[in-house]
């Protein structure tokens, strides 16, 4: 999932065109040489409430399952993206067989995160 600015739309759909037509497989996966992993779609466009309540929420997430994305690409073309309002993008990252979410948010042009790995002497890693 990505937050960002609603006037940096446009940078999404940038990104979500290349996630479906470019977005390199990570290196595990049994083609590493293909292209396109997903698409993202807005959860919080006009006409689209899939939260609870009465009220639209004030601000724009987009979301997409994508399939054998490999992470760091997409985090390095986020960073790389234009955006009007840098300091506003968040993004939700789950990778395959984990059971959480890692926040990432831009700082001064790197990535900062916020919700920590999990312990490398943990028995089960996925259950963080």
């Avoid at 006009?46 to 985090?75: F, I, Q, S, T, Y």
């Avoid at 009007?84 to 990252?93: E, M, N, S, T, W």
Wanted: proline share 8%; net charge negative; hydrophobic share 40%.
């Amino acid at each position: 999932m990505i937050q960002t600015d609603m006037a940096d739309r446009g940078n999404v759909e940038s990104l979500s065109a290349w996630l479906e037509r470019e977005a390199p497989w990570r290196a595990d996966a049994c083609n590493s040489q293909a292209r396109g992993v997903g698409t993202l779609r807005t959860l919080t466009g006009p006409g689209v409430n899939h939260w609870g309540g009465w009220k639209n929420p004030e601000c724009e997430v987009w979301a997409g399952a994508l399939n054998h994305a490999d992470l760091d690409a997409l985090l390095d073309r986020i960073r790389a993206t234009p955006w009007r309002y840098p300091q506003r993008v968040q993004v939700f990252l789950m990778d395959q067989e984990e059971s959480y979410f890692r926040l990432y948010m831009l700082r001064d042009g790197a990535w900062s995160q916020y919700a920590p790995p999990p312990p490398p002497d943990a028995e089960d890693q996925h259950a963080w």
